[in-house]
């Protein structure tokens, strides 16, 4: 399922116990354990990790679930398979995203991209362990 870009200045990594507490976190925020990183498409590169880790295609990809506006803040729920396989091997995965994203016209530093995923990755991992749902939050 396709949406509007979604290139937002502050991005947020988040676990949600329920898609009523994501909910809420579209006009919150997330609270105090979010990882924070800013400056690229959320959207796109939930989608783009959901490929590369899967093994499906770009297109065929489920994508997150989005709650709330277009026009301001977005949670983007991760999908069940996505989370699943961040909480395995990431290897390579960074490299390939951040050549993706260069694509785009995207630059984002290595070092960074290989953080972002492994934060992502790691906080999967807990959202596994404890049935909560990975989140982002772009606005």
């Known amino acids: 399922m396709r949406h509007d870009r979604c290139v937002s200045t502050i991005i947020e990594f988040f676990l949600a116990a329920d898609r009523e507490t994501a909910a809420a976190a579209v006009e919150a925020g997330p609270g105090g354990d979010a990882l924070t990183y800013g400056n690229f498409d959320a959207l796109l ?17 489920e994508g ?5 506006d277009d026009d301001g803040a977005l949670v ?29 016209g995207e630059q984002i530093d290595e070092d960074l991209g290989a953080e972002i995923v492994a ?21």
């Open 45 to 61: 590169s939930i989608e783009e990790w959901e490929s590369l880790l899967t093994g499906r295609e770009f297109d065929d990809v």
């Open 64 to 68: 997150p679930e989005p709650l709330g």
């Open 76 to 104: 983007l729920i991760f999908p069940a398979v996505l989370t699943e396989a961040l909480a395995g091997d990431v290897t390579g995965v960074a490299g390939r995203w951040l050549e993706l994203r260069a694509e785009e």
């Open 119 to 139: 934060e992502v990755a790691a906080l999967a991992v807990r959202a596994r362990r404890t049935g909560e749902l990975l989140c982002c939050r772009a606005c």
